[in-house]
T-cell receptor
Framework: AQKVTQAQTEISVVEKEDVTLDCVYE???????LFWYKQPPSGELVFLIR??????QNEISGRYSWNFQKSTSSFNFTITASQVVDSAVYFC???????????????FGTGTQLKVEL | EAQVTQNPRYLITVTGKKLTVTCSQN?????MSWYRQDPGLGLRQIYY???????DKGDVPEGYKVSRKEKRNFPLILESPSPNQTSLYFC????????????FGDGTRLSIL
């Protein structure tokens, strides 16, 4: 069975600090996909990034960067120079490669509440 | 604009009164799904549908029903709601391939008194 663990329930930082959100996953599939979603206070889910299991290149998008390491089954998310607008709940999620008995299900972690204060 | 639309966004109701949360997508996606979000538990899948007339249970299906009579619509039905179904619900759609991000609706906050 798939599992995603986000051990950090809540993180508080001061604006401009860097912060890393941890994500550890478990799966028996050799091909899978990892995602990060952001849920701002307004409640909607915003897709941030997808990473394929066969592509371990790290990715950077502006202040956001992601570090994928298959050896440790981790897919961590770093925000550089955090801003108040980054305050949100962040979810890491795992998906199988194709439709199986469980369908195209996303298995979510429990989320990390990030609070960025002035 | 590509979107998943849920209605209502908010609902307060009483135990036992049947309710339906509608979900519609305009992206011609084959795959649709319902999740519920509860504090400390993340999002958990309730039901999913891989195409018209094809539905199956997710991880927490008890107390819910779904139907998929048209490709664009995937309503969630609570025949006899109970307080433990108070939650934030999300509908999602995708092309069905695991690599494709799921598109989520804005959520429906249900309170069952």
């Amino acid at each position: 069975a798939q599992k995603v663990t986000q051990a950090q329930t809540e993180i508080s930082v001061v604006e401009k600090e860097d912060v890393t959100l941890d994500c550890v996953y478990e799966t028996r599939d050799t091909t899978y996909y990892l995602f990060w979603y952001k849920q701002p206070p307004s409640g909607e889910l915003v897709f941030l990034i997808r990473r394929n299991s066969f592509d371990e290149q790290n990715e950077i998008s502006g202040r956001y960067s992601w570090n994928f390491q298959k050896s440790t089954s981790s897919f961590n998310f770093t925000i550089t120079a955090s801003q108040v607008v980054d305050s949100a709940v962040y979810f890491c999620a795992l998906s199988e490669a194709w439709l199986t008995g469980g369908g195209n299900k996303l298995t979510f972690g429990t989320g990390t509440q990030l609070k960025v204060e002035l | 604009e590509a979107q998943v639309t849920q209605n209502p966004r908010y609902l307060i109701t009483v135990t036992g009164k049947k309710l339906t949360v509608t979900c519609s997508q305009n992206m011609n996606h084959e795959y649709m799904s319902w999740y519920r979000q509860d504090p400390g538990l993340g999002l958990r899948q309730i039901y999913y549908s891989m195409n018209v007339e094809v539905t199956d249970k997710g991880d927490v299906p008890e107390g819910y029903k779904v139907s998929r009579k048209e490709k664009r619509n995937f309503p969630l039905i609570l025949e006899s709601p109970s307080p433990n179904q108070t939650s934030l619900y999300f509908c999602a759609s995708s092309s069905g391939q695991g690599r494709e991000p799921q598109h989520f609706g804005d959520g429906t906050r249900l309170s069952i008194l």
